[in-house]
């Protein structure tokens, strides 16, 4: 009988396929963690060497600093357009006139003077409206004696830094004026002159150069003049505090 030949035994060979993916892994983690560190200080110059190298090393990839970066730059402020910068200077500006105005309101309900005063945010900034009748008797332009320490605590409240232009204005309603003027003209801007000295005399942080007096009579009329309610409303005192900042960004100049 014929003997079986015997199959020659080959050494088993190892598989180290797996070598490769993994020497890459580790490759990866180290760029990750290289590109962690110098991410953590910013330094726009080193991140950009670092970029073309790991570009070319990845078959000229896309750089990491192609992506958009959550790490914020330091100079991100100064990064701002300069019409970003007019708008963030105006909404302050108007931040800080809206903090007045809640003084204001609460100047209004401490004394309980809602009837007498009004408070309104227009274009033209921060208008206070005065019922003359709080500060007049008919047809005088001399304050009342009783309500010039309410005029004086008025003028602590405008005190700003920096310091607002202030415009008083003087309305009346279209009856004729007594013998004291000559017309509803002069009698609105003596009264609104004597409301700004009042002002101006109360406080020694407010200036004479941020103020302004105007009188306009009976011919801006916010209500008709045919019943007494409506020229009860005319008959009025304006204080405006403007904004120290135009909506384009610029700064208001003094009006006087």
């Known amino acids: 009988m014929a003997k079986k030949a015997k199959k020659k035994k080959h050494d088993e060979h ?4 797996w070598l490769v993916p993994y020497a890459d892994i580790l490759t990866l983690l180290l760029a990750v963690f290289i590109i962690l560190f110098a991410s953590s ?3 726009q110059e080193k991140l950009e060497r670092m970029s073309a190298v790991f570009s070319q090393v990845f078959d000229g990839g896309t750089s990491f600093l192609e992506q958009p970066s959550p790490i914020q730059s330091p100079n991100a402020e100064s990064d701002q357009t ?5 708008n963030s200077a105006y909404l ?3 931040q800080e006139l809206a903090q007045i105005k809640d003084s204001v309101d609460n100047f209004i309900a401490v004394h309980e003077m809602e009837g007498q005063f ?3 945010m227009t274009d033209e900034g921060l208008l206070v409206t005065i019922r003359d009748s709080i500060l007049f008797d008919p047809g005088k332009a001399v304050i009342k004696p009783e309500y010039i320490p309410i005029a004086k605590e008025l003028a602590g409240v405008l005190v700003s830094d920096p310091a607002r232009n202030i ?3 003087g309305h009346t309603d279209n009856v004729p004026v007594g013998p004291n003027f000559s017309s509803n003209l002069e009698l609105s801007l003596m009264r609104a002159s004597n409301f700004y000295l009042v002002l101006l005399n109360s406080n020694s942080k ?3 150069e941020n103020f302004s007096a105007k009188g306009y009579g009976e011919n801006r009329a916010i209500a008709p003049n045919d019943t007494p309610e409506g020229r009860a409303k005319n008959r009025r005192v304006e204080v405006l505090i403007q904004p120290l900042v135009t909506e384009d960004g610029s700064s208001v100049k003094n009006t006087k």
């Open 14 to 17: 190892i598989d180290e396929s």
């Open 41 to 43: 200080s910013v330094d």
């Open 82 to 86: 300069p019409q970003t910068q007019q």
């Open 92 to 94: 302050k500006d108007q």
């Open 118 to 120: 009004a408070t309104a």
């Open 167 to 169: 415009v008083i204005t």
């Open 206 to 208: 407010l200036k004479s």
